[in-house]
């Protein structure tokens, strides 16, 4: 069966495609497109060339105008002519199935979509059998309502056949449809069985989670490459893959952390990004189970980026879907090692160090307000990290007395 997605990329050359729109502003589809950037980096593919269109909307046929669509094709053919070929074009919003052969038709290359490669780094990011499983299962969610694109090559046989039909399909649309069908059930059953595979792993997890013990469980969340998993292998002194890359962490990791006695367990979770498709946030339920039953969530902010504050909202909102929203919680701004100063006069900005901004003055800053226990540390430069741990030690202790009142190992510590 044809893949929709690319499995391994190899500096493959990509031009990315936006809309401008009422909704989405230039600056924001700025902003969206260097994300895109961003993925597609990170599943190995390099940008050559991005273009944008101002519309009231996506075009139901080609997602955008065919003025703009004839542009793309020309710079193709340019770059081709050039011997500079284009490996693909990706889209930043999702692609309905016409919206996607209509394209293909027209460039003559792979099209691929925000949604196809979020997927596509989640299934090269995969280790364990649940996140395999999970990423499994999201794809044929998303291949599902696409799989007529994967049979426009029998109409492509039968064109010009000089059977003297006044259509090329006349004679292959039976085989087609039945080879479609045939698709279609062999995919049901596989995310049947998929399905059935995720409720053993996930009894599984309960299992373990109910053998962990009485201790207050801590997940770090937060938007992807915010340094949640720098910030786990420095509180649990373990080896977390981390790297800057988009959903460097898949697989949910939970580790046991002790500070000053006071042991609890910490979990480090998939990032969360503008766009998440809605069919791997169902897929990974399971995984953010340990989201669901934390005690405590340690909600984690990369201060460096220009966006941030839409990434908090973005962050927000995927708690409040999963039922989160109300949870104890902790805001951490990170990386403010990175962090630029805005002044009156927006063309000067002066990086942060301790001759200009301290951490004092950022506690006076309308960030400092949105949570009690909010903290500003950079995690790779050391920055008030025991300031940090003082605090999350606080916050686990009074939550520890909450939910286990007459444990005895409360008394251990208070000896």
Not at 72 to 85: H, S, V
Request: charged letters at 30%; glycine letters at 6%.
């Amino acid at each position: 069966m044809k893949e929709f997605v690319i499995s391994e990329v190899k500096a493959e050359t990509a031009i990315l495609v936006g809309l401008i729109t009422q909704e989405q502003n230039e600056a924001k589809t700025k902003e969206y497109l260097d994300e895109l950037e961003f993925l597609a980096d990170t599943a190995g593919a390099i940008t050559v060339k991005r273009f944008t269109q101002k519309v009231g909307g996506p075009n139901m046929t080609t997602y955008v105008g065919k003025g703009k669509l004839e542009e793309i094709k020309q710079y193709i053919l340019d770059e081709e002519d050039a011997d500079r070929e284009i490996g693909m074009v990706i889209f930043d919003d999702e692609l309905t199935a016409k919206q996607i052969r209509n394209i293909e038709n027209e460039l003559k290359v792979k099209i691929l979509d925000r949604t196809s490669l979020i997927l596509d780094i989640f299934a090269m990011r995969a280790q364990t059998a649940a996140a395999k499983t999970q990423v499994e299962l999201a794809q044929y969610r998303y291949m599902l309502p696409r799989l007529q694109r994967l049979w426009t090559h029998l109409e492509r046989q039968g064109g010009g056949s000089g059977s003297g039909g006044g259509k090329g399909s006349v004679g292959l649309r039976g085989p087609g449809e039945t080879q479609l069908e045939m698709d279609r059930r062999i995919i049901l059953q596989r995310m049947s069985l998929l399905k059935e595979r995720l409720v053993e792993i996930d009894k599984q997890k309960t299992t373990q989670r109910k053998n962990r013990g009485r201790m207050i469980r801590v997940a770090l969340v937060g938007y992807t490459n915010v340094g949640k998993s720098t910030i786990m292998n420095m509180l649990a002194k373990s080896e977390v893959f981390a790297e800057n890359k988009l959903f460097a962490t898949l697989d949910t990791t939970v580790r046991k952390v002790v500070v000053e006695n006071l042991p609890f367990l910490l979990a480090d979770t998939v990032g969360f990004i503008r766009k998440l498709p809605t069919d791997l946030v169902d897929s990974f339920k399971s995984t953010l189970d340990e989201v669901r039953e934390a005690d405590l969530l340690i909600h984690v902010v990369d201060i460096s980026h220009p966006d941030f504050e839409e990434q908090i909202n973005v962050v927000d909102n995927t708690l409040k879907d999963l039922g989160c929203a109300d949870k104890p919680s902790m805001i951490i701004f990170n990386k403010i090692d990175a962090y630029t100063w805005v002044d009156k006069d927006p063309d000067d900005l002066t990086p942060l160090t301790k001759e200009n901004i301290t951490l004092d003055d950022l506690k006076r800053t309308w960030m400092a307000k949105l949570n009690d226990s909010c903290l500003f540390i950079s995690a790779k430069e050391k920055i008030n990290i025991d300031n940090m741990r003082d605090a999350l030690y606080k916050r686990v202790r009074e939550l520890h007395v909450q939910k286990y009142p007459y444990n005895d190992f409360l008394y251990d510590i208070e000896e």
